[in-house]
């Protein structure tokens, strides 16, 4: 964790906390997101065996936040993301959305959930807060509580 420079907090939920840092080892440094997990971790199976984890892990779509890197500290973990300026419930609360960026908005979503059932997940928690938004793109995020039924 000495390679980030954390400058706030951007989130808080049930499972962990998000923060916005910097990441100092990258040349020019990038801005990621880190989400701390509320829960201790005491073994790095346990870690691998986290359903966001291996449901991002599995999952690479362009409209999927990227997961960078997992770091285990002291029994504390640390998931590492692509860093999206705000959230589609952020957006709806500071502004009206012309038509053409809700089909927009929705055409991207709409790729992800494909790709997402295509590979045999379900998201089981999207809502507004968990769509994240840069430079017009939005990704689906927090897996948390995602569900492979391929497992079944």
Known sequence: M???DIRGEIGDGTF??????????????TIVAIKKLKNKIDSWKRCSELNEVK??????????IKLKEVIKKNNEVFLVFE?????????????RLDNLEVRNYVYQ???ALSYLHS???FHRDL???NILEKDHIIK??????????KDD
């Not at 962990?16 to 440094?29: E, F, Q």
């Not at 449901?55 to 999927?64: K, N, S, T, W, Y």
């Not at 860093?83 to 502004?95: A, G, H, P, T």
Request: proline share 7%; net charge positive.
């Open 127 to 129: 809502k507004p807060e």
């Open 109 to 111: 979503v709409l790729q």
């Open 119 to 121: 590979r045999q997940y």
């Open 2 to 4: 000495d390679k980030f």
């Open 16 to 29: 962990g906390n998000v923060y916005k840092a910097v990441n100092n080892s990258t040349k020019p440094p």
């Open 83 to 95: 860093y999206m300026e705000k959230n589609l419930f952020q957006i709806l609360r500071s502004r």
């Open 140 to 149: 689906i995020a927090d897996f948390g509580l995602s569900k492979s039924f």
């Open 55 to 64: 449901a991002l892990l599995a999952l690479q779509h362009p409209h999927i």
